[in-house]
């Protein structure tokens, strides 16, 4: 119990510890020190079997001071504590549970989790303990070798290094700090202040700095020889220095890995791609934004875009909008919120609202840009006249009637607000217009789906008002209802024959390709579908118009609504929507136009390559000359020449795998630089490193050609005979 209990107190100062170095050494060396003291404070190697009675006696009053009875010998023992042994001996296995151990992990887990919450915000605020610190520090050292170029010209002592260091500084922008460190391969972070400064123990006659196919001469200063670059791009160096002596020492290749500056992150949260409204809903659209960037968020805003009108007249008006919440600029983790009111837009049905949030981030000279997705808004248009079936339609086929259903809706409502202000004859009369008008209409749909001859009805120019006459011998509603079992236009009249006098016909096999026009089923322009809802639409006036003639035109205006919302639907069954976006053209110089001057006009070219794979001949050909050397062969100058130009190669390729090719690479440059003859061995791993980093050609899978003799044919024949 008390070793866990050490183990718990040791283990949040380490957690810390790591999260402020990043190593693995130190951590452990916190935490094996925290557990020695652990150990020599609380001493569990003392516990006792005499030091566990004295705590039960100490902490359980039933065992009366007698739990030390328990160790002595029976020979030893009186017959009163005898029997006072086996009191406490069931007194203890009765009560043993109430005793706990001097051992507070309550108090041990609170330490853990004190310094866990310290290490995570150590972790996510260490940019800042750079930037107090100004330079960070090795945690261990990485020394440059170097190696004669041609070791029978070595007469004396070669200089010995005595220092070398890198210094990293990121762009301002980044907020980071300058990091010191003696590890020559670099990874930083593009637009990065490299400089480098290497110190030797006698004098050197020049030391000079090569990157790729560039060498630069190292300046000398009271510090050693120095050299700065900003890195743009990855690749490979090395340093060389010739001695007082005249001979040439070259180190080994180090990588040079840039990494670019990421782009922000914007994540919408809460919001639909579109999103339609009614008339009289509320027009609000509500959503948060999280932006997330790697050095921080310099600026972020919405761009909104009202598409008003349709068709040549449409008109766009672009606006740029600011979240509700400030932007904490430089903050690598933003969360905003935006609510757009659409009647503060002046938008009005039919209009339509493209939005989309774009962020900056802090990168220079040029920051880095993100675009969301778009996302769609529109105020549903219930008055719009268009209609179109087909986009391929060259005619709008539909009559002017087909406009006029929100209408009777808008004056079917305002009857209802004014029946307080009519007299009763007025509102009927008013009621019965409009119920004629919504047959007027009912009929135009019939004569478009080809029902004239159903209708029997004709509509004229005169409006004639239906009076409604109290016959005994006729349902005065007869004319009016909606009757299923009747005759009318959705239930033509059944007429009932006898078995023996209904005669079978054969159905006619062309009858599903014939487009019959006499039938006022088929007799119809549109599709199934289409047809179907122009019925039901049909169906929903009759009712409209019933309850209209009725004189309760609060009850027809359910049926209304529904017939128009079947309109709506098949006018935008076949519409095709397109992001709409606006183009503000430059204002045109009166001064210039029609004058032919074509002086300032740049043309524009664009060249795309589409990849290939790399081309190595000199890669093969040195792989050839290796195997000749190894059996043999004396290196030549022009083979010196060869291992060059296939290091160009190899240089191409490891730039893309950093690390994967960098030792075959650096024996390659070695044996093209130095005089001295390569091992063996040297040159079989360049030979195997060649091969493995030249490109394999791409598999192209093509038809096996099969030996279609006639004696193999026999032969399988018979084989499937005896099988």
Not at 213 to 221: A, Q, R
Not at 444 to 472: L, P
Not at 629 to 635: K, L, T, V
Request: with cysteine.
């Amino acid at each position: 119990m008390e070793a866990m209990e050490i183990l718990l107190y040791a283990l949040g100062p380490a957690l810390l510890c790591y999260a402020l170095t990043a190593n693995f050494l130190w951590t452990l060396l916190v935490f094996g020190a925290l557990v020695l003291v652990g150990l020599v404070v609380k001493k569990p190697w003392q516990l006792t079997l005499e030091k566990i009675g004295s705590y039960i006696d100490k902490n359980l009053e039933v065992a009366e001071y007698s739990s030390g009875l328990l160790l002595q010998p029976d020979h030893q023992l009186s017959s009163l504590a005898f029997l006072q042994r086996n009191k406490v001996d069931e007194t203890l296995r009765e009560n043993i549970g109430q005793l706990r151990p001097d051992v507070s992990f309550k108090n041990a887990l609170l330490v853990l989790g004190s310094f866990m919450v310290l290490a995570f915000f150590a972790k996510q605020f260490e940019w800042a303990f750079n930037l107090g610190s100004s330079i960070n520090h090795p945690a261990e050292k990485e020394e440059i070798l170097f190696q004669p170029l041609d070791s029978s010209k070595v007469r004396s002592e070669p200089p010995k290094l005595e220092g070398q260091k890198l210094f990293i500084r990121y762009p301002s922008y980044t907020k980071k700090g300058k990091i010191e460190t003696s590890k020559m391969n670099v990874k930083a972070l593009q637009g990065s202040r490299l400089s480098w400064q290497l110190k030797f123990d006698q004098p050197i006659s020049e030391a000079t700095f090569e990157s790729s196919d560039n060498s630069y001469t190292m300046s000398l200063s009271d510090e050693g020889y120095t050299q700065s670059l900003t890195l743009n791009t990855s690749g490979f160096y090395n340093f060389k220095y010739e001695g007082i002596d005249g001979t040439s020492y070259q180190s080994k290749l180090y990588a040079l890995e840039m990494f670019e500056d990421e782009s922000p992150e914007i994540k919408i949260e809460k919001l639909k791609q579109f999103t339609s409204f009614d008339l009289n809903e509320e027009k609000l659209i509500q959503f948060e934004t999280v932006i997330t960037d790697d050095y921080g968020i310099s600026e972020a805003f919405i761009v909104a875009t009202v598409s008003k009108g349709e068709g040549e007249s449409v008109k766009f008006r672009e606006e740029r909008m600011t979240f509700e919440d400030a932007l904490n600029k430089g903050g690598k983790h933003q969360k905003l919120s935006k609510q757009i009111d659409l009647n503060q837009l002046n938008m009005e049905p039919g209009d339509e609202l493209y939005f989309y949030v774009t962020a900056i981030d802090n990168k220079e000279p040029k920051p880095n840009t993100t675009r969301s997705e778009t996302y769609f808004a529109v105020i549903r248009d219930t008055l719009s006249g268009q209609f179109a079936v087909e986009g391929t339609m060259g005619a709008d086929l539909m009559p002017d009637y087909f406009r006029s259903q929100r209408q009777l809706i808008i004056d079917t409502e305002k009857l209802i607000a004014d029946k307080s202000k009519l007299s009763k004859k007025d509102f009927n009369f008013t009621s019965n217009e409009l119920g004629f008008d919504q047959k007027a209409l009912r009929l135009k749909y019939g004569e478009f789906m080809g029902d004239e001859a159903d209708s029997g009805i004709q509509v004229t120019e005169e409006v004639v008002v239906a009076e409604v006459e109290e016959e005994d011998d006729e349902d005065p509603l007869s004319n009016y209802t909606h009757d299923h079992d009747g005759s009318n236009e959705h239930n033509p009249v059944d007429h009932e024959h006898d078995d023996e006098e209904v005669e079978e016909t054969e159905e006619d096999p062309l009858e599903s390709y014939l487009h019959n026009h006499d039938d006022p089923e088929e007799s119809t322009l549109f599709t199934q579908s289409l047809k179907s809802k122009l019925r039901q639409a049909m169906a929903e006036m009759w009712d409209a118009e019933l309850y209209l003639r009725l004189y309760t035109p609060e009850e027809s205006l359910p049926y209304q609504y529904r017939a128009l919302k079947l309109i709506q639907e098949i006018k935008n069954s076949a519409r095709i929507y397109v992001h709409r976006i606006g183009f503000d053209p430059p204002p045109i110089k009166e001064d210039k136009r029609l004058t032919g001057d074509l002086d300032e006009v740049n043309s524009f070219q664009k060249q795309t390559n589409s990849a290939s794979p790399i081309e190595v001949p000199f890669m093969k050909q040195a792989v050839k000359r290796v195997a000749k050397i190894i059996q043999g062969a004396s290196i030549e100058k022009k083979d010196r020449d060869l291992f060059s130009q296939a290091g160009n190669e190899l240089a191409q390729i490891a730039i893309a795998e950093l690390g994967k090719h960098l030792e075959t690479l650096q024996r390659l440059k070695w044996i093209s630089d130095s005089n001295n003859a390569p091992s063996k061995n040297e040159l079989i791993a360049i030979q195997k490193g060649l091969l493995a980093a030249i490109p394999k050609p791409e598999s192209k899978p093509k038809r096996q050609r099969k030996d279609n003799s006639e004696l193999n044919t026999l032969f399988l024949k018979e084989l499937e005979i005896n099988d």
